[in-house]
């Protein structure tokens, strides 16, 4: 079983998401559990203080480092009596980036993994420095909070825990799972608005239903990733496919180049 333990301002957040879909009946199967906490719950006022003005001025509020650490603490003795070790996460835009293979890496996890929400403008610093929390990041841009990157973590890598997707399969055709992108998806009716569906779906010839697929995975890396080929070691297939895509990217481009000019004479 797959165990997180949220730590934030908002639990209610975690919950509306908790409570559909894939993740539902992951801990409906009992093959994920997870318990969310207010950090409000481990302040020691009656106003359950958890913000404060930060020392130097500047805008905003911070988090204060009092109530994270009761919370962890709490989770530690808890882990302790039951044998387990817990595993600090705290979605920061300076973390290192979250990607298939680190939510790979988390999905064999059999320890209980605890995930800070930071809000605000940012956590009291001595959190980093007195529990040394490994720090992640989903992208290179700012949100309200860690709640939504928590749900990402949460999300990508409890789908890869056996028996949580219905069909195994899905998760090797996925993007990213050999580091490419996917290819394109249809399904009936044949023709929607005046757009119908490629012929090779309709062929009933899976060896070159197979070959389309792949084909199109590696079209769309080199168009849209290309990064994610550079250091790829490719198969003899593979390259004959990607030189057939990279050759057919030269003829259009040729063509479309012909045609503007064309117009423009």
């Given at each position: 079983?797959l ?37 409000r ?21 911070v ?69 040394s ?109 990607l030189?057939?895509?990279?050759r057919?990217?030269?003829v ?14």
């Amino acid at each position: 079983m797959l165990r997180f333990d949220v730590l934030t301002l908002f639990p209610d957040m975690m919950s509306a998401v908790m409570g559909h879909s894939i993740l539902k009946r992951a801990r409906d199967k009992g093959l994920l559990e997870v318990r969310v906490h207010n950090l409000r719950d481990y302040t020691d006022d009656r106003h359950q203080t958890v913000d404060d003005v930060p020392y130097g001025g500047g805008a905003g509020m911070v988090m204060k480092a009092e109530p994270i650490f009761r919370a962890v603490e709490a989770l530690e003795r808890e882990a302790f009596a039951q044998g387990e070790r817990l595993r600090l996460l705290f979605p920061t835009p300076q973390g290192r980036p979250f990607t298939h293979e680190y939510a790979q890496q988390l999905a064999t996890e059999r320890c209980r993994m605890v995930i800070l929400c930071g809000h605000y403008e940012g956590v009291d610093e001595r959190v980093r420095l007195a529990l040394s929390p490994e720090e992640i990041s989903i992208g290179d841009y700012v949100l309200t909070g860690g709640e939504l990157p928590a749900l990402v973590l949460i999300d990508a890598t409890s789908r890869l825990v056996p028996g949580i997707l219905g069909d195994p399969q899905s998760l090797k055709e996925e993007s990213f799972a050999d580091s490419l992108l996917e290819y394109p998806h249809y399904t009936r009716p044949a023709s929607v608005r005046g757009l119908g569906v490629p012929d090779v779906l309709l062929s009933g010839n899976h060896e070159a239903i197979r070959l389309w697929r792949r084909k199109q995975a590696l079209r769309n890396t080199y168009f849209r990733r290309p990064d994610l080929l550079k250091n790829r070691i490719l198969t003899v297939e593979d390259q004959r496919l990607l030189d057939e895509v990279i050759r057919e990217g030269v003829v259009a481009t040729s063509t479309h180049n012909r045609e503007e000019g064309g117009r423009r004479l």
